[in-house]
T-cell receptor, first 116, second 113 residues
Framework: GAVVSQHPSWVICKSGTSVKIECRSL??????MFWYRQFPKQSLMLMATSNEGSKATYEQGVEKDKFLINHASLTLSTLTVTSAHPEDSSFYICSASWGGGGGEQYFGPGTRLTVT | DQQVKQNSPSLSVQEGRISILNCDYTNSMFDYFLWYKKYPAEGPTFLISISSIKDKNEDGRFTVFLNKSAKHLSLHIVPSQPGDSAVYFCAASRNSGNTPLVFGKGTRLSVIA
């Protein structure tokens, strides 16, 4: 149980284009989904928290107009990197929580984004 | 200010021996702690967790110990196996599934056969 998928697993795009990453909870309803970013040899940095049906809460320093997050259903959240630049190249990971006590979050396999 | 600290970036252990990974935290509001294992280019995999009302939780070869007064927790893996080689992240939360996890920087464990 508690499987989270991400699509695509890797993507290469040209500078200036937009890329959408999907995060799905496959066997549970995720009231909350989180988006993280990981740079090489660094920890996971929280970008934003999204609750189903409401606007995402962004961490300080994360541009909400650049990283668009939509959590339209209890099983799907999307992250769109708009007007991507090479510095946006990173490993993006989502996690999902069913909202129960305990704090467990279940992570997707991640998406490697390379902007050329 | 880093609220969750893993001061050892790497650890090497011989197969069959015990691996001990340490984690310190500064925020006394944390009341739930988790350990995740991560391979390169993959998402973290949940390993084991502990609530602040306990001081020990065991699951097979993995045991997590919590010392609230010292704001310190540790993950023990015994016996260590080569397949345990990965990066281990300590994380903390406020005991709510809707609260973001705060991660340490991770410790790379290498189990040598």
């Amino acid at each position: 149980g508690a499987v989270v998928s991400q699509h695509p697993s890797w993507v290469i795009c040209k500078s200036g284009t937009s890329v959408k990453i999907e995060c799905r909870s496959l066997d549970f309803q995720a009231t909350t989904m989180f988006w993280y970013r990981q740079f090489p040899k660094q920890s996971l940095m929280l970008m934003a928290t999204s609750n189903e049906g409401s606007k995402a809460t962004y961490e300080q320093g994360v541009e909400k107009d650049k990283f668009l997050i939509n959590h339209a259903s209890l099983t799907l959240s999307t992250l769109t990197v708009t007007s991507a630049h090479p510095e946006d190249s990173s490993f993006y990971i989502c996690s999902a929580s069913w909202g129960g006590g305990g704090g467990e979050q279940y992570f997707g396999p991640g998406t490697r984004l390379t902007v050329t | 200010d880093q609220q969750v600290k893993q001061n050892s970036p790497s650890l090497s252990v011989q197969e069959g021996r015990i691996s001990i990974l340490n984690c310190d935290y500064t925020n006394s509001m944390f009341d739930y702690f988790l350990w995740y294992k991560k391979y390169p280019a993959e998402g973290p995999t949940f390993l084991i967790s502990i609530s602040s009302i306990k001081d020990k939780n065991e699951d097979g070869r993995f045991t997590v110990f919590l010392n609230k007064s010292a704001k310190h927790l540790s993950l023990h893996i015994v016996p260590s196996q080569p397949g345990d080689s990965a990066v281990y992240f300590c994380a903390a939360s406020r005991n709510s599934g809707n609260t973001p996890l705060v991660f340490g920087k991770g410790t790379r464990l290498s189990v040598i056969a």
